[in-house]
Every structure is written in structure tokens, then in C-alpha cells.
């Protein structure tokens, strides 16, 4: 009989730092503002990046992942990494961004279908999404959230 192999197995390490005070996120103005400091400033206009905001029961930032960088029309976010960070970190909720390099605010069919899969994955696991923005070249942003499209 052939010996049947175990199965993978992923090393998760979380080392919060518990030194710094942590930025809470209060409206998605205040989540716009932490998400757009930490994206990479020269490639927001010429192609797609989906980054997670994790956050605690209290709505404090406890980290900031970069998910995927595409192209210049789209870019993909695997539900499975996305889970994979937000579990791993302990969240309690995410907030899910992307940026448009075309400057139009409005979310693509594909955008809405993603995040409500996101939604009911987060949901299921008992770790929320609670907003997804969209940022603009031009220093704007969408958010699902105030839109009452989440």
C-alpha cells in the first residue's frame, strides 16, 4: 500500500507591535487617508493594486497588506489570501481597497461582484468586510460603505 502523504502545512507569525498607538478608523475618510499613505505613490496612475486594511474589535489598524499589483486595467485579489492575512493577524473586520489609474470613481460590475463574494466570505468567518474604496490618481476616492452599495 502507498504511504499517503500529510498535508502542507502554512507557518502563520503575528508579532504585533504593541508600542505604537494604533490609528483607528472612524469613517471612510479616515480609512482613505491611511490606505492612500501607504500606497506606492508613483504607480497609483498607470496600474491596478488591491490592498486590505485589518483592523481589531475597536476598529484600530493592526495591519496593512498589499494583496496584488496588476496592469494597467484591472488587477486580480485572491478571497483566499485576503483570508488567509486577515486570519492570520487575528482582524476582527477588513477594509478592502483598490485604485482606478483612469480616475473614474465609479465601481466596475466586477468590482461590486468581488466584494460582495468578499462580503459573505468575511461574514461566514466572523470577519466583516466593512468598507471597500476605490482611489483615484487625482486624490479621490468611492467608498461601498457611504454609497450603501456594501
Not at 48 to 55: G, H, P, R
Request: proline fraction near 5%; aromatic fraction near 8%; hydrophobic fraction near 40%.
Amino acid at each position: 500500500m502507498e504511504k499517503i502523504l500529510g498535508v502542507g502545512e502554512i507557518t502563520v507569525r503575528y508579532c504585533p507591535d504593541l508600542t505604537r498607538p494604533r490609528i483607528r478608523i472612524v469613517s471612510s475618510v479616515s480609512a482613505y487617508e491611511v490606505i492612500s499613505t501607504h500606497w506606492v505613490k508613483d504607480a497609483i496612475a498607470h496600474r491596478e493594486d488591491f490592498c486590505i486594511l485589518c483592523l481589531n474589535r475597536a476598529n484600530e489598524v493592526i495591519g496593512y497588506y498589499r494583496v496584488s499589483q496588476g496592469g494597467v486595467s484591472g488587477t486580480v485579489a485572491d478571497p483566499k489570501i485576503i483570508f488567509q492575512v486577515a486570519l492570520g493577524c487575528h482582524a476582527s473586520g477588513i477594509i478592502l481597497a483598490h485604485n482606478h489609474p483612469s480616475c473614474n470613481l465609479q465601481p466596475s460590475q466586477a468590482d461590486k461582484d468581488l466584494t460582495y463574494k468578499l462580503k459573505q466570505v468575511g461574514k461566514f468567518l466572523d470577519c466583516p468586510v466593512l468598507d471597500h474604496i476605490i482611489l483615484t490618481p487625482d486624490q479621490r476616492y468611492f467608498s461601498f460603505a457611504d454609497e450603501g452599495i456594501l
